[in-house]
């Protein structure tokens, strides 16, 4: 569980470089899925406590380099989005 205002962890992919190999979704399947054309769709949230270690071996064993585990501030739920047009 995060708290609000830390630096959560993110597994995030590049998607210039992902070739769709899918072993991502292998190796963290609760933390990824395959579209129907068979690229990944990582969750969309912080990652959990104990949800790190396997996503950084998804990291390193990609063969493209695409995914890596980014650092960022989760903004409050009630935040506004800059530029949204009801933020």
């Known amino acids: 569980m ?8 993110r597994l995030a992919i590049d998607w210039t470089r992902c070739d769709g190999h899918a072993l ?3 190796l963290v ?5 395959l579209d129907e054309w068979g690229f990944p769709r990582i969750v969309d949230r912080p990652l ?3 949800e790190t270690t396997a996503a950084r071996r ?3 064993a990609c063969p493209a380099l ?3 585990v980014e650092r ?3 903004p409050a739920p009630d935040a506004a989005v800059p530029g949204h047009p009801e933020g």
């Open 48 to 50: 959990q406590r104990g």
């Open 66 to 68: 695409a995914l890596r």
């Open 2 to 9: 995060t708290t609000r205002g830390a630096r959560a962890r």
């Open 58 to 60: 998804a990291v390193l």
């Open 29 to 33: 399947p609760e933390l990824v899925s």
């Open 72 to 74: 960022g501030r989760d």
């Open 24 to 26: 991502c979704a292998r």
